[in-house]
């Protein structure tokens, strides 16, 4: 006598558990809710408002950041104490020659003026200040 699946007339089951399925779903939906947040934290910098056009954003592995504490920071990594070092040796920046700034508007200018000038002895040709544009009054 073999074995087979479904009742004892020969049809399939006719009901899906899905028990399985929504204990699955479930389990993820409480990752992402756990992993969101830490997806979105990051540097706290605000730009100076003023007068000029928004500047688009292409690849922000080629932003520093100036934060008003004084931290300088190239993509994700902390180069503080080596920016020059590192704009120096980073070979997309060597390709394309091109860097986005982007300091805090408490940030001090000397902290600002140091990062544009390991851009300049870099080698960067298209250097960007990231500004947050005002807006245009309704008239």
Do not use: C, H
């Amino acid at each position: 006598m073999g074995m087979g699946l479904g009742n004892r007339r020969g049809r399939g089951f006719s009901d899906i558990n899905i028990t399985p399925l929504v204990d699955v779903m479930l389990v993820l939906l409480v990752v992402f809710m756990v992993t969101a947040p830490l997806l979105t934290s990051g540097l706290r910098v605000e730009l100076p408002s003023v007068r000029a056009q928004n500047t688009p954003v292409t690849d922000t592995k080629l932003v520093v950041t100036v934060t008003k504490e004084e931290k300088i920071v190239f993509g994700e990594k902390d180069v503080t104490n080596d920016v020059e070092e590192v704009l120096r040796t980073s070979e997309r920046i060597q390709k394309e020659r091109e860097l986005y700034i982007r300091a805090d508007k408490a940030a001090r200018y000397g902290v600002v003026a140091r990062v544009v000038a390991a851009a300049r002895a870099a080698g960067v040709e298209g250097l960007n200040l990231l500004v947050e544009p005002e807006l245009e009054p309704v008239k």
